[in-house]
Each structure stands twice: as C-alpha cells, then as structure tokens.
C-alpha cells in the first residue's frame, strides 16, 4: 500500500472517530460514504477462529493478508486518534454549554431516527410491534441505567463497549448513542479524556468481544429481517429522546472523588420553566438553532450517502 493510500484512510478513519464521539452521527455512515464500508465489514468478519487457524498453519503474513490488517490498523489508528482528540472537546463543551451541546445531540438523535423511519416499509403487525419494543426497552433502560453523569461499576464497561461497537458498525445507528442510552457516554468520555487505561482496557475488550459475537449476529438479523430490525432500532432511537432533552432540573446532587459536585438525580423541564426552577437563561434560541444545524447535517450525509448509491 502506497503512502499516500495509508494517509487517505487515516484520515477516513479519523472522521469515522469524530462522528463516533458523537450521539446521532454514525461512523458506519461515514465509512459507508467514504467508500471503505464493505471492505472494512468484509475485514471485521474474518477476524475470529479461521484466522487463529491461517495463523498458526501459514504464519503472521498469511493472517496478515487474510484479515487485511495493514487497512484495519490504519483505519482503527485514524478512529483512535480523533477520538481521543474529540472527547476532550465534548467533555470540555458539555462542562461550559450543556444546553447547547445537549440540543445539538438531541437534533441528531431526532432526525437519524426519522431517516432509518423512511426506510421500513410496509408497515406489519410484527413491524410495529418491534418498534413499540424498541421505544419501551429504551424507556426502561433509561430509567434502570445510570445517568448522566453517574459513574459505573468497572466491569459493566465490558457489556457497553459490546453493545456499542455493533452500533458503530451500523450506517445509521450510533455507538455513542447506545452508550448515551446506557448511561455510559460521559464516563466513557472522561476515562479517554483521563487516560484511565484500566477502564479503557475493559471497554476495548468489550468492543472486541462484541465484534467477535454480535457483529455476525446483527449482519444475519440485517440481512433476514431487515426492515423488524430497522423498526426496533428506530423504536430504541425514539424511547431514548426523553433522556437527551436539553431542560433539565437538578433534585439530587453526590460528592464526585475530585471533589466535585455531580447531578444524579434529574427530570425534564419545559424550557419556560427552567429558568423560574433554576435560576439560569434556557437559552431557547440558541439550543433551537442547533437543534436544526443538527438536523441540517444528518440529512447531508444521509443525502450524501445515497447520491453514492446510484453513482455505484
């Protein structure tokens, strides 16, 4: 592979890191527009117990080539990179602006679930059905999980690097927002930001784990019943709105290790009552604006994507 290949797909990979970091926006897609999508699926898929058999039987070069592992490592460099570079941004942004950060996200979540809508088609029993379960485990997830700002036990990151990967593997469905979801989103993004390697370890086994197990999984429910499981994933996308609403009231704060004040207790509020219940500016017009840039956006790419489809 020539240099100037290897430096085209980092970049590639450091934009599928920097739509990653954030809800809404899925890396799959920007694989998908980029041009590397099968080829990165198709590499992702070999990886497991054949390869350990080329391995072991042809050797590191054998295995190598099988699994196209000088495009993985170049593309996961690119996706690393951008994502430590981004979680400080969005760590530092949801610190200074969490109205406006939070109505950005909410515009994504919001119109990439609109979008995935527009493509089940025909409408079943079984489809509406997957959709009402979708939005109900979203629901019941989102109160059962930590919240925002709550800090999980260690090992829980290994099942949420799992469920989050297969999400970023998808065109259409975001990691973050699974963790978002989960309530890991923001403790994923300060063990980057800190460099805590521990809990990284964990969540990068999980990813593996997840790309070793569930990636065949979600490619076989994709590939018989597409539109079902387009359905429920709208359906999780929906139920999960709630969760992301900008206007929040703080009713129970804890003592974080640094000393620090977290909220672990909140609800929705209107953005005409936040001002009276907290004493600060909802900043309507702004979070309003961001909502559509958001908006705005997704369709770009969603738009992007498909202009791609009928030039191929």
């Known amino acids: 592979m020539l240099p100037l290949e290897v430096l085209i797909l980092f970049l590639k990979g450091a934009l599928m890191g920097a739509a990653d970091v954030v809800p809404g926006v899925s890396g799959g897609t920007i694989a998908f527009i980029t041009g ?27 295995c190598w080539r099988h699994i196209d592992g000088t495009f993985l490592v170049t593309v996961f460099g690119g996706v690393l990179s951008s994502v430590f570079t981004m979680a400080r941004v969005i760590t530092y942004s949801l610190s200074a602006w969490p109205i406006q950060v939070w109505s950005f996200f909410f515009g994504l979540v919001l119109i990439s679930a609109v979008l995935i809508l527009r493509k089940v088609s025909h409408w079943s029993l079984s489809r509406i059905a997957a959709l009402v379960a979708g939005v109900g485990m979203a629901v019941f997830i989102g109160h059962a999980t930590p919240g925002m700002h709550a800090q999980p036990e260690w090992y829980s990151f290994l099942w949420a690097g799992a469920l989050a990967i297969c999400a970023m593997i998808l065109p259409g469905i975001s990691g973050s927002f699974i963790l978002l979801l989960l309530g890991f989103y923001a403790p994923v ?124």
């Not at 590499?43 to 390869?51: D, M, T």
């Open 36 to 62: 590397i999508y099968e080829r990165l699926l198709n590499s992702l898929k070999k990886l497991g117990p054949a390869s350990l058999k080329i391995l072991f039987r042809e050797g590191v070069a054998a």
């Open 189 to 312: 993004l300060q063990a980057v930001t800190r460099f805590d390697f521990g809990i990284l370890f964990v969540f990068s086994s999980g990813c593996v784990l997840g790309l070793l197990l569930f990636s065949h999984v979600l490619s076989w429910l994709l590939s018989y019943y597409r539109q079902t499981t387009l359905a429920f994933l709208v359906g999780l996308m929906l139920g999960a709105i709630e969760k992301i609403w900008p206007w929040k009231q703080t009713l129970a704060w804890k003592l974080a290790d640094n000393g620090v004040q977290i909220p672990v207790q909140q609800v929705n509020v209107m953005p005409w009552q936040y001002e009276s219940l907290t004493g600060q500016s909802p900043e309507f017009v702004m979070a309003i604006a961001l909502m559509m840039v958001a908006i705005i956006a997704v369709s770009v790419f969603e738009w992007c994507g498909r202009s791609k489809i009928q030039t191929d």
